[in-house]
């Protein structure tokens, strides 16, 4: 296990320079230089053809729609586009990449020079885009025999070439400088901004659990006062918001274990594990170690500046101003929706509202008892396996008296263990409130007589002590008591 340095002291010795390099695969119905489907899943190597699979002879053909939806990207994060672009062949060998080269954009992308606002904490932070570009996503290679899922320890390794072509975009931010301590949370703010954005545009699921979007964190220390950038590492393929602050964390502050000990920090490409730590991948390739050249079998792109003012009028509210707006439709105070920002619950919530609860009950469960079932997990809120329009149903069964909160809690167990929705989970563990005098008569009078201590108290005008009775009465019923008639009953009992 690598040393460590302790975050705080890391902080207090250097300074951070923080690149993120997020690649967004397109929900476009076909690849980007063929006619195959995209759709997720499939029998391996069933949803490929000559084009993708890089075939003697193959041409390819660029995806008209791949090019709009990047364009709309670029113009989201307030980037120039480029009146003329061409692709270019990146050349490497990967038996996930089946060419031998990936067709990108190297020194002519279709969009550069973008910024975009995140928030942390109150404060906003200005990310810097240095540039958004086009290029086919690679196949995916499964390893087996190992205990990990990775090459290392494996005994063979399977390909499965159905996601090689599809279209990816990368957005590469410029050095981002002075976050400080910040660095791990920002980045995740802002890779949060670029997932709700992305849903926004409708250009892409940006699932990160699926590999629809994912992140390539690069960070840099450099000594307090320094003006000269550090040497980076660059941890490849993130595939959640809590990863990429976890791996950030991590990197920073073993970096500073090997500057603070004499050493020198090498330039690599890291790979990010669940447990909490990276490991080294292969050294890091600068761009002349891929031998860029033009792609000779694709025309040059060259949107007219009338399109793209067309696709301009079809971007949805920015992040901020849609927030903004949230929290005053919502009735959210600033701090109540700082929460839920810091939270990444602001679409899960937005949907919950949509899906007939009210903001603040949708806040509560999602910032409440779900956010804690995900922290326990280990997984992002929206992948807790509960969804929104299941959050209003429960919600809606805790406001027809058909359950209490506490219940309601039994239900969510219901519902994450697949047992069904929250109205099929409370028939099936029989879970509804009791709301009949026979049977709550019964529980009221057998606590009267099991605590007359309490009772004399309340009838000496010590009111407070009659929850000591509906304790009572609520145990023997097991929760599933109505609390107002239950103290209704004892108060009528006991005179």
């Not at 996930?96 to 932070?125: A, N, R």
């Not at 290392?152 to 090689?164: E, V």
């Not at 950030?248 to 970096?255: D, S």
Request: with cysteine; aromatic share 4%; glycine share 10%.
């Amino acid at each position: 296990m690598d040393d460590l340095m302790d975050y705080d002291d890391a902080m207090a010795a250097y300074d951070t320079a923080l690149g993120l390099e997020v690649h967004v695969e397109l929900n476009t119905a076909s690849k980007m230089w063929c006619g195959c489907t995209t759709a997720f899943g499939g029998e391996p190597n069933t949803h490929v053809c000559p084009v993708c699979l890089g075939l003697p002879g193959s041409l390819p053909v660029v995806n008209g729609k791949a090019v709009e939806s990047a364009i709309r990207i670029g113009l989201a994060l307030n980037c120039s586009i480029a009146r003329w672009c061409r692709f270019a062949r990146k050349n490497y060998f990967y038996p996930d990449m089946p060419k031998d080269y990936q067709i990108s954009q190297y020194d002519e992308p279709l969009c550069f020079d973008g910024h975009v606002d995140v928030e942390v904490d109150g404060e906003t932070h200005t990310i810097e885009i240095e540039r958004v570009h086009m290029e086919e996503d690679a196949g995916k290679l499964t390893h087996v025999g190992g205990a990990t899922g990775r090459i290392q320890g494996a005994d063979h390794s399977l390909l499965d070439y159905n996601r090689a072509g599809v279209p990816l975009m990368e957005i590469v931010t410029k050095p981002v400088l002075g976050l400080g301590e910040k660095t791990p949370q920002v980045a995740r703010a802002y890779m949060s901004l670029l997932r709700d954005l992305m849903r926004a545009l409708g250009v892409s699921e940006a699932r990160m659990e699926r590999g629809n979007m994912r992140c390539d964190a690069n960070v840099s220390l450099m000594p307090k006062g320094s003006s000269e950038l550090g040497t980076r590492t660059e941890t490849k393929n993130v595939n959640s918001l809590r990863s990429v602050e976890g791996a950030l964390t991590f990197e920073i502050r073993r970096q500073a274990a090997v500057l603070g000990a004499g050493g020198r920090v090498t330039q690599e490409t890291r790979h990010w594990h669940e447990e909490g730590h990276t490991s080294p991948g292969r050294s890091k390739e600068q761009a002349e170690d891929y031998r860029y050249f033009p792609e000779p079998d694709l025309v040059p792109v060259a949107p007219s500046p009338e399109w793209v003012e067309q696709l301009r009028a079809t971007l949805p509210e920015p992040p901020a101003a849609r927030r903004a707006r949230l929290e005053r439709e919502w009735g959210f105070s600033e701090l109540e929706m700082r929460d839920v920002v810091a939270a990444d619950a602001v679409g899960t919530i937005e949907a919950t509202v949509a899906a007939g609860a009210s903001p603040q009950a949708a806040r509560k469960w999602w910032l409440g008892e779900l956010a804690r079932r995900a922290n326990e997990a280990g997984v992002e809120l929206d992948a807790v396996g509960m969804t929104p329009a299941q959050v209003a149903e429960l919600q809606g069964l805790v406001e027809a008296k058909t359950i209490n909160d506490g219940l309601a809690r039994q239900v969510i167990d219901g519902v994450l263990a697949g047992e069904g929705s929250p109205p099929e989970v409370v028939d099936a563990r029989g879970l509804a409130i009791v709301s009949d005098d026979g049977a709550l008569l019964e529980a009221v009078d057998a606590a009267i007589a099991a605590n007359p201590d309490a009772v004399a108290k309340v009838r000496s005008g010590k009111t407070q002590a009659i929850g000591a009775l509906m304790g009572s009465v609520m145990r023997s019923m097991k929760g599933k008591a109505d609390a107002g008639r239950v103290r209704e009953l004892l108060a009528e009992r006991i005179g």
